[in-house]
């Protein structure tokens, strides 16, 4: 009577599962997938630690430090001075304010007009639809210092510029030539026009690439329903768009928080330093300035923005049902 009870013990010994083999398994089979992985990538985590984990790690201990770049120099850990300076630095403010003011002009006209035209190019009956696109996406190739100089051109002082010769001379709509780049606010249109101007190909290229990818037959179904036009793009190319929206949409705040050229080549900070950004000042106060400590740490708090604005939407956004 005990035989058979040992043979079934031993039964269940044979065919009861390892934990420990199933871990040292799973471990091998991943060690050997990237054994045969690592030669394609090597090159990419080598570029991606010189040139990205390592300046992230440096800048990181420099805004804690009264950096000197002199070969050989002290360069004194000064703690949390340089984030304090930050706040208490009137020029800081202006840089915040400026950036903030960027983002929230630029991002939701830049969005409604790559939306818009994307849509209107996609349209069955407009043809030449790459030369439309080709033509949009131009200006993002052109250099930012010929553009630059277009726009400064464009929005000269006095009777010179473009914008004030039509608008004084030919239309007569003003009274007297506006000086576009001599006055805080006129400024920052001007640098918001050249961003958005700049930037807008972006946002109707990805967008037309996402409508040409929804199945015509979702528009048939709809139609048949008694769907029109409005309602047609309301409930189903927006809610379809969804996920692209919000990859347009963060991309477009990152973009809008790293504005640099628009102002170092058309202002320059200019008047008085009332148009400057976080990146103009970053960049001056390291290379005209030397204090690369301090310009560290600007950097750092503009990236810890910039990271929790895209986590907290991805956060947010990541809870919800596009379809």
Do not use: C
């Not at 950097?299 to 947010?316: D, E, P």
């Amino acid at each position: 009577m005990t035989v058979p009870k040992l043979e079934t013990q031993q039964l269940k010994k044979q065919h009861t599962p390892n934990p420990g083999r199933k871990e040292k398994s799973a471990l091998t089979k991943g060690l050997k997938q990237w054994g045969e992985v690592f030669p394609f990538i090597i090159i990419g985590l080598v570029g991606a630690a010189v040139f990205v984990i390592y300046p992230l790690i440096k800048g990181i201990i420099m805004s804690f430090q009264d950096y000197n770049i002199m070969p050989g120099a002290d360069s004194p850990f000064v703690g949390l001075e340089n984030y304090k300076q930050a706040f208490h630095d009137e020029q800081f403010r202006y840089a915040v304010r400026n950036t903030l003011l960027n983002t929230v002009v630029t991002v939701p006209i830049n969005w409604i007009l790559g939306l818009v035209f994307a849509v209107l190019i996609n349209m069955q009956f407009i043809k030449y639809k790459i030369t439309f696109r080709t033509l949009y996406y131009l200006p993002i190739i052109t250099s930012w210092i010929v553009v630059a100089f277009l726009f400064r051109y464009l929005f000269a002082d006095g009777e010179n510029g473009l914008i004030n010769y039509l608008l004084y001379n030919k239309l007569g709509i003003i009274d007297e030539p506006i000086s576009w780049l001599q006055n805080q606010w006129t400024a920052m249109v001007v640098i918001w026009a050249f961003h958005i101007w700049k930037t807008v190909g972006w946002t109707i290229v990805i967008y037309l690439a996402a409508l040409q990818g929804i199945p015509k037959e979702l528009y048939e179904a709809a139609s048949i329903d008694g769907a029109n036009g409005l309602k047609l793009f309301k409930n189903v190319t927006i809610p379809l768009l969804g996920p692209v929206t919000i990859f347009v949409l963060i991309n477009l705040v990152i973009g809008a928080f790293n504005i640099f050229p628009q102002v170092y080549f058309i202002t320059n900070g200019g008047p008085i330093g009332q148009t400057e950004v976080l990146q103009s000042m970053i960049y001056k106060e390291a290379f005209n300035n030397f204090k690369f400590g301090y310009s560290s740490a600007l950097g750092v708090m503009m990236g810890l923005t910039i990271f929790l604005i895209t986590w907290t939407q991805q956060k947010k956004i990541g809870r919800q049902r596009f379809f």
